[in-house]
């Protein structure tokens, strides 16, 4: 593939991974589509590889139908939380946050990010996923905390019901692996699998952002 400049695309919504890709210092462009956030597999890491790339691809069509001319790699992402095998995804409702919490209190869980990077040029698609795992330890959440902390709506709009960079971390005792991908992105393993992959593509580049 001849070396041309590349646009980076988020295929996210979320402020979290806005802020945390922006950390790059490379522009880059947010397209986040509606696109069901389903998947058959039981197996948590597929489930959530499953869903970054229904994202990612979603953009790519868009992209392919309306920017065909230029050439683009897409960032998508999906986290979920993971406990005894049981995947915690947003909750619907304040009730259900505090289910969740209750059910993590006093306990170590894992975080799964997954992150699919698909390669936009000359009409062609090369894709790579990679997910990252960091384990979580809650402290005994009491009531009293419980409550202050879904006072705060935090919780509502984040896998497992919180959010590491905020008032939650009131009770998490221990962060094991990658504290970024606790918040939404595994911003180094993005970093270094970015480098790889695009290495495949345009070899002979040194550092791939500059690529962008």
């Given at each position: 593939m001849a070396k041309s400049k590349l646009k980076l695309i988020l295929a996210s919504a979320s402020p979290r991974r806005r802020e945390l890709i922006g950390h790059l210092k490379l522009?880059?462009?947010?397209?986040?589509?509606?696109?069901?956030?389903?998947?058959?597999?039981?197996?948590?890491?597929?489930?959530?590889?499953?869903?970054?790339?229904?994202?990612?691809?979603?953009?790519?069509?868009?992209?392919?139908?309306?920017?065909?001319?230029e050439a683009f790699m897409i960032v998508s992402a999906d986290t979920i939380v993971v406990s005894d095998g049981k995947i915690y995804n947003k909750p619907s409702n304040r009730d259900e946050a505090r289910k969740f919490l209750t059910d993590l209190s006093g306990r170590t869980h894992s975080v799964?990010?997954?992150?699919?990077?698909?390669?936009?040029?000359?009409g062609k698609v090369h894709r790579h996923s990679f997910v990252d795992e960091s384990k979580v330890t809650f402290d005994k959440i009491s009531d009293v905390l419980m409550e202050l902390y879904l006072d705060t709506g935090d919780s509502l709009d984040?896998?497992?019901?919180?959010?590491?960079?905020?008032p939650s971390l009131t009770f998490i005792s221990r962060v094991d692996g990658s504290y970024s991908n606790v918040v939404g992105f595994p911003l180094s393993r993005f970093v270094n699998e970015s480098q790889e992959f695009l290495n495949q593509h345009f070899p002979g580049v040194s550092s791939w952002p500059s690529l962008f």
């Open positions: 522009p880059f462009e947010v397209i986040a589509l509606s696109v069901p956030e389903y998947s058959e597999a039981t197996d948590p890491v597929q489930h959530a590889k499953d869903i970054a790339e229904v994202k990612g691809l979603a953009v790519v069509e868009k992209l392919l139908n309306q920017r065909a001319s799964f990010t997954a992150v699919s990077l698909s390669l936009l040029a000359s984040k896998a497992g019901a919180y959010g590491i960079q905020g």
